[in-house]
């Protein structure tokens, strides 16, 4: 069965830098896009990176271009997410999903997720 | 960048109730339009994506209609397993969720 399993998340203070991981099995993770969403606590669903299945094509949300960096590793199956100069409002239980077609896709599978806090 | 605006934000309802969640986009996005279940504290689980077309395994008491800018999540029937957060999500250009919709026991 597919499954997504993230790790990485912890607390940091502001400026600092994190690497999130996600760890797929279950499917051909070389033919799949894959994205990051976010959830900040009591908050809403926010939808923060792709990557395409070969690792070509990248697309950031605007909160976080220029300071995150999404990449995958099709031989160990793993998606990464690097967070540069976090921010408090960066706080957030961060989840990888499987989508489901190409760039513009629903998501169908989700990991549980991984929290990453910023503060002081 | 397209905008999403469910209603209501808090919903009220009995098991056995027929409920009925709105999502409107700011744009049209055709039907490139899912819905997803969220309960606390776990991830969100895919329920309709195209608009109205059914995830394997969901059960056929949810349904999703709509086209355009307007779409409704139906759920015809509601049982105890129901009860929590719905979103809206567009994947016309790129991603956006609505701001969610809490289905609460009355």
């Known amino acids: 069965q597919v499954q997504l399993v993230e790790s990485g998340g912890g607390l940091v203070k502001p400026g600092g830098y994190l690497r999130l991981s996600c760890a797929a099995s279950?499917?051909?993770?070389?033919?799949?896009?894959m994205s990051w969403i976010r959830q900040a606590p009591g908050k809403g669903l926010e939808w923060v990176s792709y990557i395409s299945s070969r690792g070509s094509s990248l697309y950031y949300a605007d909160s976080v271009r220029g300071r995150f960096t999404i990449s995958r590793d099709n031989a160990k199956n793993s998606l990464y997410l690097q967070m540069n100069s976090l921010r408090a409002e960066d706080t957030a239980v961060y989840y990888c999903?499987?989508?489901?077609?190409?760039?513009?896709?629903?998501?169908?599978?989700w990991g549980q997720g991984t929290l990453v806090t910023v503060s002081s | 960048d397209i905008q999403m605006t469910q209603s209501p934000s808090t919903l009220s309802a009995s098991v056995g109730d027929r409920v009925t969640i709105t999502c409107r986009a700011s744009?049209?996005?055709?039907?490139?339009l899912a819905w997803y279940q969220q309960k606390p504290g776990k991830a969100p689980k895919l329920l309709i994506y195209k608009a109205s077309s059914l995830q394997s395994g969901v059960p056929s008491r949810f349904s999703g209609s709509g086209s355009g800018t307007e779409f409704t999540l139906t759920i015809s029937s509601l049982q105890p397993d129901d009860f929590a957060t719905f979103y809206c999500?567009?994947?016309?250009?790129?991603?956006?969720f609505g701001q969610g919709t809490k289905l609460e026991i009355k």
């Open positions: 279950g499917f051909t993770f070389s033919d799949y896009y």
């Open positions: 744009q049209s996005i055709s039907s490139w």
């Open positions: 999500q567009q994947y016309d250009s790129y991603s956006t």
């Open positions: 999903a499987r989508q489901a077609g190409w760039s513009h896709s629903f998501f169908d599978y």
